[in-house]
């Protein structure tokens, strides 16, 4: 009997701790409003004086692993999320002559986002990344 009662107690603990330890990243709990901070590396030749600080981004669902990102100011950023890990599309357009080129990547462990976007513009690079917390 106490056999029976070791084996159930091990067959519970063996049962509740299966699992690949990975956060699970559905729609329900990306979408939502996340607050934190961005840094970018705009030292070096670039010249640019790039806003580093308090970041707001809102994570609204469009379809199939597709999500919209707003920012504080209002500009949107369609990124991809499979899973927990997260493709911002490259994206190439030209400005008044001045060509254009952003792409990036993240991951959500939990309640955090972070995310990284790499930017050209006419030859100069920078990158900015950018850790926030569900709200």
């Known amino acids: ?7 159930a107690i091990v067959l519970v603990f063996a049962i509740t701790s299966c699992g690949d330890g990975d956060p699970d990243c559905t729609m329900e709990t990306i979408v939502g409003t996340y607050v934190g901070n961005s840094d ?14 308090a970041t707001t981004y809102n994570v609204s669902f469009i379809s199939g692993t597709s ?8 500009d949107e950023t369609i990124i991809s999320i499979d899973g927990c890990d ?12 001045i060509m254009i ?7 959500i462990d939990g309640d955090q986002m972070t995310l990284n976007i790499d930017t050209e513009i006419d030859g100069l690079s920078f990158s900015c990344r950018a850790i926030t917390n569900k709200q």
């Open 67 to 74: 999500y919209r990102v707003t920012n504080q100011d209002g």
């Open 1 to 7: 009997m106490l056999r029976l009662f070791f084996f």
């Open 101 to 107: 080129k952003t792409s990036g990547n993240g991951k």
């Open 40 to 53: 970018c590396d705009d030292t070096g030749s670039s010249g640019l004086d790039l806003p580093d600080g």
């Open 86 to 97: 997260i493709t911002v599309p490259e994206l190439e357009i030209e400005f008044f002559g």
